[in-house]
T-cell receptor
């Protein structure tokens, strides 16, 4: 079946460091891909999305490119801030007229001042 | 503009009991999805409601059922509770059926003893 695999956390970085959180997926058809973020004490929020191969989603300095050849959707940010500390979830929405979402297990990011 | 609201915030039940969780979608949204998030895991899709009908369902037993009302609010019912049903239950709403955007509520923490 379809699945999403994320790198295990926690990831601890110093402020202004470069961030990469790896995400790979297994899916039939052409899924849409998403990154959600969960800040402490808050609900999940959509961070960015990409709906087809080679699309790049971006928001708040974060970017991810839909790579069909490597079935990946890695999240990157050039310079993280303390306020980026959160749990990040990679997710896919199955294509072909179905709208089931599959989430990864989440990666906790801690940014130190 | 109120976001997605869920009630109650916390709930403690005994094995074998039944529970009902409630969700009010974001204003203007007509599609509601429910997820189960076990501790340290990503959300798992339970089902999705649109036009008062269950449109999609994940791999959950029939003990999990739901309902959507004409005002688009929704309930999740779980019968014959098991210890393994202890989790955070998340509701998400979308502007329309098939829309990529999901807005999550803060969740209901269910503990089964």
């Amino acid at each position: 079946g379809n699945s999403v695999t994320q790198m295990e956390g926690p990831v601890t970085l110093s402020e202004e460091a470069f961030l990469t959180i790896n995400c790979t997926y297994t899916a039939t058809g052409y899924p849409s891909l998403f990154w959600y973020v969960q800040y402490p004490g808050e609900g999940l929020q959509l961070l960015l999305k990409a709906t087809k191969a080679d699309d790049k989603g971006s928001n708040k300095g974060f970017e991810a490119t839909y790579r069909k050849e490597t079935t990946s959707f890695h999240l990157e940010k050039g310079s993280v801030q303390v306020s980026d500390s959160a749990v990040y979830f990679c997710a896919l929405r199955e294509g072909s007229g179905t709208y089931k979402y599959i989430f990864g297990t989440g990666t906790r990011l801690k940014v130190l001042a | 503009d109120a976001g997605v609201t869920q009630s109650p915030t916390h709930l403690i039940k005994t094995r074998g009991q039944q529970v009902t969780l409630r969700c009010s979608p974001k204003s203007g949204h007509d599609t509601v999805s429910w997820y189960q998030q076990a501790l340290g895991q990503g959300p798992q899709f339970i089902f999705q409601y649109y036009e008062e009908e269950e449109r999609q369902r994940g791999n959950f037993p029939d003990r999990f059922s739901g309902h959507q009302f004409p005002n688009y609010s929704s309930e999740l019912n779980v019968n014959a509770l098991l210890l393994g049903d202890s989790a955070l239950y998340l509701c998400a709403s979308s502007p329309s059926w098939g829309d990529d955007e999901q807005y999550f509520g803060p969740g209901t923490r269910l503990t089964v003893t």
